[in-house]
């Protein structure tokens, strides 16, 4: 039996959300080892009369697995998704992808603009450092257009500081340093356990900081590139975990988790005054340098608990192989990245660690 959460293709509601006829259509599925909370399809559409709607299209669903689509409407994954292309994006200009029409209620779903055209990010690779530095200053140019905006609070569909990784189940740390202390050394050890220990003073210091729209689960596969490697244009997509919240959280999760040792080592100061730069260019104002600098490392503290919950992951006897290696490369990019940029500095408690500079 097809499971009734997964919005399945057919040409008459196609056709009729599109406002068009829609005589048939060919799907693909995309994705199917990269996807944990959608199924996503490429139609090809034969219209009538010919021309008369899109060639091809994305159509994006709840996914058929039940673990994830319950943590998915707990979340309101699917919710915050359509908000944010409802509500937020017509306002920025030449955004992709383009929207053509929406479904918050259940079965849930998006029909969207087909970009398969374009360059896929790969989390298991990782991204260049040119990569990186473009998504950052397109990820720039949203977190200063809702910069402190007042409207953000209008929606109900975007919680404040919603993250999948804000609360690491306790039960499995233990097992968590037994599977990854070695590989960390012992300096990302006793970072790593100060910020469990000070979870709570660390979502506390994030409350009390500038706020704008984040993407929250900003990484390479939820990337697309055009033009060359060398000079690359970023786009991105998959807004399910959208939240109110620190600008620096996306840029500390791409980096952290997406941007391999070699292509970030001794770069981390142009990546930072690349996207501060673009903040300013854009209008933000009040927002010196120094500030930047401490969001970044506190956001970093904050992200580094995503690799708890994605060795929870990870252990489900379910986990394709390619989700469970770009986990175990993400916790470790992520617990290394803390400390290269010394988040420990913006630790609410920062006493266990001297100066190291």
């Known amino acids: 039996?097809?499971?009734?959460?997964?919005?399945?293709?057919?040409?008459?509601?196609?056709?009729?959300?599109?406002?068009?006829?829609?005589?048939?259509?060919?799907?693909?599925?995309?994705?199917?080892?990269?996807?944990?909370?959608?199924?996503?399809?490429?139609?090809?559409?034969?219209?009538?009369?010919?021309?008369?709607?899109?060639?091809?299209?994305?159509?994006?669903?709840?996914?058929?697995?039940?673990?994830?689509?319950?943590?998915?409407?707990?979340?309101?994954?699917?919710?915050?998704?359509?908000?944010?292309?409802?509500?937020?994006?017509?306002?920025?200009?030449?955004?992709?992808?383009?929207?053509?029409?929406?479904?918050?209620?259940a079965p849930s779903w998006l029909l969207m603009e087909d970009?398969?055209?374009?360059?896929?990010?790969?989390?298991?690779?990782?991204?260049?450092?040119?990569?990186?530095?473009?998504?950052?200053?397109?990820?720039?140019?949203?977190?200063?257009?809702?910069?402190?905006?007042?409207?953000?609070?209008?929606?109900?569909?975007?919680?404040?500081?919603?993250?999948?990784?804000?609360?690491?189940?306790?039960?499995?740390?233990?097992?968590?340093?037994?599977?990854?202390?070695?590989?960390?050394?012992?300096?990302?050890?006793?970072?790593?356990?100060?910020?469990?220990?000070?979870?709570?003073?660390?979502?506390?210091?994030?409350?009390?900081?500038?706020?704008?729209?984040?993407?929250g689960d900003l990484r390479a596969d939820n990337l697309l590139f055009a033009h060359t490697v060398e000079d690359p244009e970023s786009v991105i997509i998959d807004w399910s975990w959208a939240s109110r919240s620190v600008a620096a959280i996306d840029v500390a999760f791409l980096v952290g988790g997406s941007t391999p040792q070699a292509q970030r080592l001794g770069r981390h100061d142009d990546l930072l005054l690349a996207w501060h730069q673009e903040l300013v260019n854009r209008g933000v104002r009040d927002y010196p340098l120094s500030e930047a600098r401490y969001d970044m490392q506190l956001s970093a503290l904050r992200c580094i608990t995503a690799g708890v919950a994605m060795h929870g992951f990870s252990r489900g006897p379910d986990t394709p192989i390619r989700a469970a290696l770009f986990m175990d490369d993400a916790i470790q990019r992520h617990a290394a990245y803390a400390l290269e940029i010394d988040a420990w500095a913006a630790l609410p408690d920062p006493s266990g660690f001297p100066l190291r500079r």
Not at 161 to 175: C, L, M, R, Y
């Open 1 to 105: 039996m097809t499971d009734p959460v997964v919005q399945q293709p057919e040409p008459d509601w196609i056709g009729e959300v599109l406002g068009t006829t829609v005589k048939s259509l060919e799907a693909k599925l995309l994705g199917e080892a990269r996807g944990f909370q959608s199924t996503t399809w490429r139609l090809e559409l034969s219209c009538d009369p010919p021309g008369a709607g899109p060639a091809s299209v994305i159509l994006k669903s709840e996914t058929s697995d039940q673990d994830f689509n319950a943590f998915s409407r707990l979340n309101n994954a699917f919710g915050r998704e359509v908000g944010v292309y409802t509500h937020c994006t017509p306002r920025l200009s030449n955004h992709q992808p383009a929207v053509f029409a929406t479904h918050a209620g």
């Open 115 to 215: 970009l398969t055209h374009l360059r896929s990010g790969d989390q298991v690779i990782g991204l260049t450092y040119q990569e990186t530095l473009a998504s950052i200053q397109r990820m720039a140019a949203i977190h200063a257009e809702f910069w402190m905006d007042p409207a953000l609070h209008q929606h109900d569909w975007l919680p404040n500081h919603g993250f999948w990784f804000s609360n690491p189940n306790a039960e499995i740390v233990e097992d968590f340093f037994a599977t990854y202390g070695v590989r960390f050394g012992s300096d990302v050890c006793q970072l790593y356990r100060a910020v469990l220990e000070q979870t709570s003073a660390v979502d506390a210091a994030l409350e009390n900081r500038p706020w704008t729209l984040v993407h």
